[in-house]
């Protein structure tokens, strides 16, 4: 038992910094896994450090609300070693997957490689850079989804360098150039680290192999990741290219952050062929035998035809600006075995028929001088009617060519209406609140070039569409003059985290909690005075509560209440002057002052009464303030020995120096005390503060 608290089960994992075992949390009744410290590690040189790297997992991985990162519990101390409470994922690491498989198909590569990096953009939203990506940090749980483990490297991205402690950290295999040459950590490095294991699932191996790590890391330094294309005979170059975009060896020539990244794939996934997705490395097989692929017919009298219109374009969400039919661009080739054409012949092309021919002139043997003979010779009229009629019909057909593609129909496109919104007829009908998805899918089949951005909405659910210009269905969009539609995305409700420390009065963020809620993003928070209360220990402005649990993500317009404590009440000195000791105190104790008590004789004041307090009756104080009270012993006394026999003179210094005041009578002729007015313990001073008198009779 761990703290009485954490039940170890078994070992499940050792590795060079910690050993993870399985244990039961029987508070809350939960697995969990659970962290420990090597004990060379915890009694070692580095022992700070490597404390350091503990205590920045665990708030590295807090600091992250996302379903892809394993969650951290609690962190403490057991017998001098660290340990970390962790989410228990019931699953492999994707390196079991690998060993087992061999290779991914496009499809499971892309599932992973999107769910890791909707992981990484959650820690980067937060400036976290995870450093460590490798397939052994990434669990596939039983459902088989993905969650990114060990920040133990992680950093803010400020000040992310690879080593504290002169060590090269990470696994050579997947680190990024500028983290090898420049010791520096990047968010484009956690990229490059995604890319390779990208390559390594599809191709079943890195680019770079080298039984020496050196070697390794001079290749990530000095050599560009060759293309999947070159190993991966078949795959889809726009796969192939996301991969390369990734592992790109400048730091600059990667996507920015994790979200960059997620957003291309899902700009590529959008467009990607059935074939594409299903694409497997195949197994090597050897060459034999004299089997020959065959080969295409050639093209026989072929009808040259315009070039196909571009593909879209995945990263930049335009598509291609051209009227292009693709009607009109068929090529025509003629049956196996049909003579060719006479390539005299004068053909028309039109939409409807691409090997139309409108008109055939003779095509008739030469003589030597390269003239026809005299008997073949035949009017030119004829000839000359059909040019007339052909080069009328193309004019016609030119100026209405020309009307269609630059003014008419041809010049722009129209947009369509998505297949979620319904329209009224004679009403304009706005595509704002469509699903972009099925949307951008629409102006795709439509060639209709286009722009996207994305932006929070209170009001739009996720994936719609938020605005757009042009925005009504049937609007038509210039092919001419670089038209495109711009639509903005709904990203949803803005998320916004309630800081884990808001309610610690010590933190930055508790000593001003609807301050710290602000600038985490909330927008409706609202502060309920009447239950707020006084306390000596919560000063005043701190949380005293709140109606959402610190640490937990919500909409950023979600009701928050706050309560904040009114810190030490205040209290009126009370009057406790003459009143006994025991009255005063409890008078006090009831305003929790704080008291410090004095004691001095008094003539005046009975003892065991209050002579005087400070500060003043009525004086405004607060909970806890301090106040001194002086407490009558009573009047001084002094023991008065017996004098009677003793000479004047001495009996009288004898009073004086006890505090007395002395009087003498008698006939003073022996000079020597026969009677004295008091013994004993007597008062030094009457309730006047006057010495107190002693008579002695001298004889």
């Known amino acids: 038992m761990i703290e009485g608290r954490y039940r170890v089960i078994r070992k499940i994992a050792e590795g060079g910094m910690a050993t993870v075992y399985e244990a039961e949390d029987t508070r809350l009744e939960r697995r969990v896994a659970i962290k420990i410290m090597h004990m060379q590690l915890a009694q070692g040189a580095h022992r700070e450090q490597f404390v350091e790297r503990f205590h920045r997992e665990a708030k590295s991985a807090a600091a992250i609300a996302n379903p892809h990162i394993v969650q951290v519990y609690d962190t403490g101390e057991f017998n001098g070693l660290d340990y970390l409470v962790m989410e228990y994922v019931h699953g492999v690491n994707l390196r079991h997957d690998m060993n087992l498989q061999g290779t991914f198909s496009v499809r499971e590569m892309l599932r992973v490689i999107s769910e890791t990096l909707d992981g990484l953009a959650a820690a980067h939203r937060v400036g976290v850079v995870h450093r460590d990506i490798k397939p052994e940090n990434i669990l596939i749980n039983d459902r088989g989804h993905v969650q990114i483990t060990d920040f133990g490297l992680a950093k803010a991205a400020s000040q992310a360098t690879l080593s504290t402690t002169g060590m090269l950290l990470g696994t050579a295999a997947y680190l990024a150039p500028e983290m090898i040459e420049d010791n520096k950590a990047t968010m484009q490095g956690d990229l490059y680290s995604v890319g390779i294991m990208a390559w390594e699932m599809l191709a079943g191996d890195v680019p770079f192999t080298s039984d020496n790590p050196v070697t390794m890391v001079f290749k990530h330094v000095h050599e560009d990741v060759p293309s999947l294309t070159s190993t991966c005979t078949g795959i889809n170059q726009q796969v192939a290219d996301f991969v390369s975009h990734l592992t790109a060896r400048a730091v600059e020539a990667r996507p920015a952050d994790a979200s960059d990244a997620l957003h291309e794939l899902q700009q590529l996934t959008a467009n990607l062929p059935m074939d594409a997705w299903q694409y497997r490395k195949p197994a090597d097989v050897g060459t034999g035998g004299d089997t020959e692929e065959p080969t295409a017919p050639a093209l026989v009298g072929a009808i040259p035809a315009p070039p196909a219109p571009p593909l879209f374009d995945s990263r930049t969400g335009t598509a291609p600006q051209t009227g292009t039919d693709p009607a009109t661009a068929r090529t025509s080739v003629m049956p196996e075995g049909t003579a060719p054409q006479d390539v005299s012949a004068t053909q028309v092309i039109t939409p409807q028929d691409s090997t139309l021919t409108i008109g055939l002139m003779d095509a008739r043997p030469l003589d030597d001088q ?84 994305e932006a929070y909405s209170d009001t739009v659910a996720k994936g719609n569409i938020i605005s757009a210009d042009p925005q009504n269905v049937g609007t038509h969009i210039s092919k001419r003059h670089n038209g495109r539609i711009t639509v903005t995305v709904s990203l949803g409700v803005k998320q916004a985290t309630i800081p884990s420390d808001i309610a610690d009065p010590t933190s930055a963020d508790g000593k001003d909690p609807i301050k710290a809620l602000e600038n985490a993003g909330f927008t409706n928070i609202k502060r309920d005075d009447s239950s707020a ?99 009558s012993k009573g009047p001084e006394t002094a023991d008065v020995p017996n004098l009677v026999g003793k000479s004047k003179s001495d009996a009288i210094k004898t009073l004086e120096s006890l505090g007395f005041e002395v009087k003498t009578g008698g006939l003073n002729i022996l000079g020597l005390v026969q009677q004295q007015s008091a013994t004993g313990k007597t008062r030094l001073r009457d309730t006047n503060g006057n010495k107190t008198v002693i008579t002695l009779t001298v004889v």
């Open 533 to 631: 209360e006084y306390s000596m220990t919560l000063p005043e402005g701190a949380l005293q509560s709140i109606s959402e649990t610190p640490g937990s993500t919500l909409d950023h317009n979600a009701e928050i209440t706050v309560v904040l404590s009114k810190g030490l009440m205040p209290v009126t000195m009370p009057d406790i002057v003459g009143k006994t000791k025991d009255e005063a105190m409890t008078a006090l104790d009831n305003a929790k002052l704080k008291t410090t008590v004095s004691e001095e004789y008094s003539d005046s004041v009975k003892s065991g009464s209050v002579i005087s307090a400070s500060p003043d009756s009525g004086t405004e104080l607060h909970w806890g303030d301090s106040v001194k009270l002086t407490v």
């Open 370 to 453: 390269g003239s026809e003979p005299a008997k073949r010779k035949r009017s030119k009229k004829p000839l000359i009617i059909t040019l007339v009629v052909v080069l009328v019909v193309a004019l016609v057909a030119g100026a209405g060519g020309s009307w269609w593609y630059f003014l008419g129909p041809g010049s722009y496109w129209t947009l369509p209406q998505p297949t979620d919104i319904s329209c009224k007829e004679n009403t304009e009908c706005s595509i704002v609140g469509a699903k972009w998805s099925d949307y951008q899918s629409t102006l795709n089949v439509a060639n209709i070039p286009f722009t996207f951005s």
